[in-house]
Nanobody, 115 residues
Framework: QVHLAESGGGLVQPGGSLRLSCAASGRIFPGYTMDWFRQAPGKQRELVATMFAGGSTYYVNSVKGRFTISRVNAENTVYLQMDSLKLEDTAVYYC?????????WGQGTQVTVSS
């Protein structure tokens, strides 16, 4: 069992920044992948960014150059630095881990970009 605890969401103006954190605890195997997804009202959940076990990353096109995913392995913690936020980034953001073939989800944190 893996538990994911997210923090860092909130209200920010367009052009602002937020940093999301996700701390994983429980039985964690080497080689796990951590992802950030988001779901806006009325839309499907979409993959935003991935940190692979080897350190490579993936970003959806809409956030490239604005969001940065990073990980502190010793703490099993992943971060999502979000800069130059836009209105369309408003969503509930979910941390997710693929660990030994099992996907776990965090509870979600609301990010609202509004003037």
């Amino acid at each position: 069992q893996v538990h994911l605890a997210e923090s860092g969401g909130g209200l920010v103006q367009p052009g602002g920044s937020l940093r999301l954190s996700c701390a994983a605890s429980g039985r964690i195997f080497p080689g796990y992948t951590m992802d950030w997804f988001r779901q806006a009202p009325g839309k499907q959940r979409e993959l935003v960014a991935t940190m692979f076990a080897g350190g490579s990353t993936y970003y959806v096109n809409s956030v490239k150059g604005r969001f940065t995913i990073s990980r502190v392995n010793a703490e099993n913690t992943v971060y999502l630095q979000m800069d130059s936020l836009k209105l369309e980034d408003t969503a509930v953001y979910y941390c997710s881990m693929m660990n030994n073939g099992v996907r776990s989800w965090g509870q979600g944190t609301q990010v609202t970009v509004s003037s």
